[in-house]
C-alpha cells in the first residue's frame, strides 16, 4: 500500500486544516550527524552506547525536550555543529557548540546551556535556524516533499537552513521549522519556503501555512490560529498567551493579550474527528479520521 500513495498529497487533498499540529517542544537539541539516518535517528545511529544512553538521559531529565539529526550538503567539514535552542513566547534563543567528534557531546552541559548559561562554552546566536524534515527512511513524503524545500532555501533565500530528522507529521510534508521561536509550517512548496523564511526574519508569522508554535499545547495553537485570522496580527510579538481553561472533553477557552494596548482576545475551540479520512503516513494500511480544530466563539474582553 505505501507505494501506492503519499499521505501528504492525500492531506492536502483532503483540504486538512493543520494548524493546532505542531509537535510540542520547549528544549529542542540539533545534532549534525553527516552520514545517513536509519528510521529512527539516535537508535540506529553510530554513537557508542554510552552516549545513546547520556542523550536519552538528558531527554527525560529535561522537560518536554527533543533530539533531532541534522545536515547539510555533503562535504568536509572542520567541526561538527551542536545546537541548544530554548523554543518559548518571549526571548527564545539558540546556542552554539562546535565539537571535533560526537563523544564531546558528553562534556556539553546541555541542561545548562538550555536555561541560558553559557559556563559549558557556547555561543548565542543573533540568527535564526530553519529546518526541513528530510528523513525519507522515516517516511518516503519527507524525502519527496522536504528535500526540495530544503534546497529552495540553501540556493534562493540565503538562509541558514538544515535537514532534520523526524519532527511529527509526516502527512504534512514538506515540514519547515523556524527557530528559535519553534514556527511549525506544514505542506510548504519550493516558491512558499523562502517566503516564509522572509517573513520570520522581519517577525511576522505566515497563516496560510501554519501548524502552530511548539511551545504551546495543540488547543492553544488552534487559539493562536483562529485569534490571528480574527484580527489580521501575523507579527510574532503581538499577542501574549494568557491562559486556558477546559469546559468541556475537547472544549476549551483561550485567552491572548495583545502587546500593544492590552486587550484580551478570547477563542472557545473545540476539537472533532474529521469526516474525512486519509492515511496519516505512508505506511499506515487503512484510511483514518485525524483531529480538527474548530472555532465556536470568539470575543474581546
Known amino acids: ?74 562535504g568536509k567539514k572542520e567541526r561538527l555543529k551542536f545546537f541548544v535552542v530554548r523554543s518559548r513566547e518571549i526571548e527564545p534563543f539558540i546556542v552554539k557548540f562546535e565539537l571535533d567528534h560526537h563523544e564531546q557531546l558528553l562534556e556539553v552541559d546541555i541542561a545548562a546551556a538550555a536555561s541560558g548559561n553559557l559556563s559549558a562554552g557556547g555561543v548565542l546566536l543573533d540568527q535564526p535556524l530553519f529546518l526541513v524534515c528530510t528523513h525519507g527512511k522515516r517516511d518516503k513524503c519527507c524525502a519527496k516533499f522536504g528535500y526540495a524545500v530544503y534546497k529552495s532555501l540553501r540556493e534562493g533565500s540565503g538562509a541558514d537552513a538544515w535537514q532534520s530528522s523526524h519532527v511529527g507529521g509526516d502527512r504534512f510534508a514538506a515540514n519547515l521549522i523556524c527557530f528559535p521561536h519553534g514556527l511549525f509550517y506544514a505542506h510548504v512548496t519550493e516558491g512558499g519556503g523562502p517566503a516564509i523564511v522572509e517573513e520570520y526574519r522581519r517577525g511576522r508569522l505566515v497563516l496560510s501555512e501554519y501548524r502552530g508554535r511548539a511551545c504551546y499545547s495543540f488547543p492553544v495553537q488552534a487559539a493562536e490560529f483562529f485569534i490571528r485570522k480574527e484580527t489580521n496580527l501575523n507579527g510574532l510579538d503581538q499577542l501574549r498567551y494568557l491562559g486556558q481553561e477546559r469546559i468541556e472533553e475537547n472544549t476549551w477557552r483561550v485567552r491572548f493579550v495583545t502587546k500593544a494596548g492590552g486587550v484580551v482576545h478570547q477563542a472557545q475551540v473545540a476539537s472533532r474527528l474529521s469526516e474525512f479520512q486519509t492515511q496519516i503516513t505512508c505506511h499506515s494500511s487503512e484510511a483514518k479520521s485525524v483531529t480538527q480544530f474548530h472555532l465556536e466563539d470568539y470575543q474581546t474582553l
Open 1 to 74: 500500500m505505501s507505494q501506492l500513495f503519499y499521505c501528504s498529497e492525500l492531506s492536502r487533498h483532503a483540504a486538512e486544516k493543520s494548524y493546532g499540529t505542531a509537535s510540542i517542544g520547549l528544549v529542542w537539541l540539533l545534532i549534525e550527524y553527516p552520514p545517513a539516518w536509519g528510521p529512527h535517528a539516535l537508535k540506529d545511529s553510530s554513537f557508542s552506547p554510552r552516549l545513546k544512553e547520556h542523550l536519552n538521559r538528558i531527554l527525560k531529565t529535561i522537560p518536554r525536550s527533543r533530539l533531532l539529526f541534522i545536515k547539510q550538503e555533503p
